[in-house]
């Protein structure tokens, strides 16, 4: 079965950058969009970035700081960050629809997470 894994986390300083990625287990036959969420401690889960085949967007808290990418060979879809505070301390997960084979229904396939530790 496809699975979605997130790499890339980590302990990083205050200003600091880094690049999040997502990577299909095994090849697909299709992908629609692919959304990032985020969820901090005690707070509930928001999406903060979402890519499609016509469109990127950002939630606003790390809007001019992020950018989605995609490695299509690879089957990865990174997400840098950049400027980042305390604030952005949290889990973060990928979401993509899947279509795992010709004649399998598109699913929403999740990712485990990555812990991302911002000090000051």
């Known amino acids: 079965q496809v699975q979605l894994v997130e790499s890339g986390g980590g302990l990083v300083q205050a200003g600091g950058s880094l690049r999040l990625s997502c990577r299909a287990s095994?090849?697909?036959?299709?992908?629609?969009?692919v959304r990032w969420y985020r969820q901090a401690p005690g707070k509930q889960r928001e999406l903060i970035a979402v890519?499609?085949?016509?469109?990127?967007n950002y939630h606003d808290s790390v809007k001019g700081r992020s950018t989605i990418s995609r490695d299509n060979a690879e089957m990865t879809v990174y997400l840098q960050m950049s400027s980042l505070t305390p604030e952005d301390t949290a889990v973060y997960y990928c979401?993509?629809?899947?279509?795992?084979?010709?004649?399998?229904?598109?699913?929403?396939?999740w990712g485990k997470g990555t812990l991302v530790t911002v000090s000051s």
């Open positions: 979401n993509a629809e899947i279509w795992a084979t010709e004649m399998t229904p598109r699913e929403d396939y």
């Open positions: 890519t499609t085949h016509n469109n990127t």
């Open positions: 095994e090849p697909i036959f299709s992908i629609g969009a």
